[in-house]
Structures are given as C-alpha cells and as structure tokens.
C-alpha cells in the first residue's frame, strides 16, 4: 500500500510496535585585517611557531566515520507536511507511530527502506492477534527530519471490530546526527573546533568531506578570529520540492594562542605590527 501525504501537524498518542527492523545509519566572514604583508608574518611564524601550523589532522582531527543503526519506536514528532497533490481529510482514524531513522547521506541521495511491524488483529476466534507486517517507504532525495507518511488502515484494529477499524501508521522520517555536520533548512554547518594562531593570522586552506563524496577546498586567505566563517556554494543538502542545493558554511569556533613566547618572540611581534594602531 503507497503512502498517502496529511497536514496533521500532531502525531498522536498511537501505540508504538516492537522490532521495527533494521535500518542505515551565505553568511560573512567578520573578518578583521591588519596592514602587515603576509610574508613577514609567514617568515616570522615559520622561525618563531613552526610548531603551531598544521594540516587537516591538526585542525579536523579524524575524520573517518561509519553508519548508525536505525532506531524505531512509539511517539510523536514535528511534521513538514509533503505536497503530494492531495487536500488533506479529516481524520477520523487514530494512528500508530513508527520513527525511521536515515543517515544525513541517505537524505541527500534518496533510499529505499524496508521494516516490519507487528499489528493487533482480530482473529478468526474473536482473539486479538499479532500479524506482521512489511513496510517499505521510498525516501526521497531532500526529506527533512519529521517528513511524515500516513499508511492507511495498516495499525491496530479495535478489540472485536473488523479491519476497517484500523488505525492509521504514521511513518515519521528521523534525521540521525551526523559526525561532523549539522543542517540547517538545505545548509550545512561544519563547525572547525580551532586553528592556531599562525593560521588566524597567515590564513589557510583546508580539505573537508562533502556530503556528496566530493572533497571540498576552503581557503581562508585573511586574518581569521573566531566566529569567522566560509561559504561553499550550491554543496550543500537537495531541496525536495525544487532540486537545488544549499551551501556549505564552514565556521571556525577557537583560535588557540600560545602559552609562552620568549622575549625576541615578543619583538619580533612588536616589529611586524609596528605600522598597526594598538
């Protein structure tokens, strides 16, 4: 049975089923400038701080990563109501809730997803009985955490009534936390946790994961302060109704600073921002 699309904002109190089945896992800058050559800096860091440069290993830390479970289970959720063509009935039936966690990769691209349920039925000797019950639901690409689908008449049958008393299941999509991005609407927000200061002050490039499986380059040719970001246009998440992209805003949380400089350090520092206000 195909799922049909409802504006019920709520997901009601329908009870939940067991074994739900296995599953898979722009903005500015506010930058600030001082008017000093880069290559100064670049000669002075490189004596004074090599230490505090760094690659990707330095700045990211590792970025391998693996898929996480799908979790099912009673309970409500916020809806995005989907436009399939229908104007939404009025409810007459309860429904049972089922949550279908996908990974952020499997929003992006679309996926298809089987589970089984186990339904109260009435059975032939007027007993209620458990009866399984496959269910695929076809994600489309875009799909947003709390994307809900309605199966009709395919949840609980009331006690010693037929099958036309069965509720409806609700299928609600579950986004699963992704290890280095979040979103935000089609965006996604990588979050750098700090740079050196050589780096704030000399700039860098850096190499990230696209959620597409394509690497991305940022560069960061100013001075950086915390807070600063990037943004990589049209990489980010599908929007499901119109096919675009969003971006990829990169930003950077900390600069850290050394905790000890040696008095030439200190000259040397003084020297290079002589031509800057205090």
Same mark, same amino acid.
């Given at each position: 049975m195909s799922p049909s699309a409802n504006g019920v904002a709520g997901a009601g109190a329908g009870a939940g089923f067991a074994n739900a089945g296995g599953g898979f896992p722009g903005a500015g800058g506010g930058f600030t400038t001082h008017e000093f050559?880069?290559? &100064? /800096?670049?000669?002075?860091? $490189?004596?004074?701080?090599?230490?505090?440069?760094? #690659?990707? *290993?330095?700045?990211?830390? &590792?970025?391998?990563?693996?898929?996480?479970? =799908?979790?099912? !289970? =009673?309970? !409500?959720?916020?809806?995005? &109501?989907?436009?399939?063509?229908?104007?939404?009935?009025?409810? *007459?039936?309860?429904e049972c809730v089922v949550n279908l966690e996908c990974t952020l990769e499997e929003l992006y691209t679309g996926t298809q997803k089987r589970f089984t349920i186990k339904r109260q039925v009435n059975g032939p000797n007027g007993m209620m009985t458990e009866k399984d019950e496959t269910i695929t639901v076809d994600v489309a690409r875009?799909? $947003? &955490?709390?994307?809900?689908?309605?199966?009709?008449?395919?949840?609980?049958? %009331? /006690?010693?009534? #037929?099958?036309? *008393? /069965?509720?409806?299941?609700?299928? %609600?999509?579950?986004?699963?936390?992704?290890?280095?991005?979040?979103? @935000? $609407?089609?965006?996604?927000?990588?979050? %750098?946790? *700090?740079?050196s200061l050589r780096s704030a002050l000399v700039g860098f490039k850096a190499k990230i994961p696209g959620i597409d499986g394509v690497e991305l380059e940022v560069a960061f040719d100013d001075c950086t302060e915390a807070g600063s970001s990037r943004v990589v246009r049209? $990489?980010?998440?599908?929007?499901?109704?119109? #096919? /675009?992209? #969003?971006?990829?805003?990169?930003?950077?949380?900390? %600069?850290?600073?050394?905790?000890?400089?040696? @008095?030439?350090?200190?000259?040397?520092?003084?020297?290079?921002?002589s031509t800057t206000s205090a």
């Open positions: 050559s880069n290559e &100064d /800096a670049e000669r002075m860091f $490189k004596t004074f701080f090599g230490g505090m440069g760094g #690659g990707m *290993s330095g700045i990211f830390g &590792d970025m391998g990563g693996g898929a996480r479970g =799908a979790a099912f !289970g =009673a309970g !409500g959720g916020g809806a995005e &109501d989907m436009d399939w063509g229908h104007t939404p009935r009025k409810r *007459s039936r309860g875009g799909w $947003k &955490d709390g994307t809900r689908l309605t199966y009709q008449k395919l949840g609980h049958e %009331v /006690a010693g009534q #037929g099958p036309e *008393s /069965a509720a409806d299941l609700v299928v %609600v999509i579950k986004e699963a936390k992704h290890r280095w991005f979040e979103r @935000e $609407k089609d965006n996604l927000i990588f979050q %750098v946790p *700090s740079i049209n $990489k980010g998440m599908i929007n499901s109704r119109t #096919g /675009a992209r #969003g971006d990829v805003i990169v930003k950077i949380q900390k %600069v850290t600073f050394p905790n000890h400089l040696t @008095e030439k350090q200190k000259t040397l520092i003084k020297q290079a921002f």
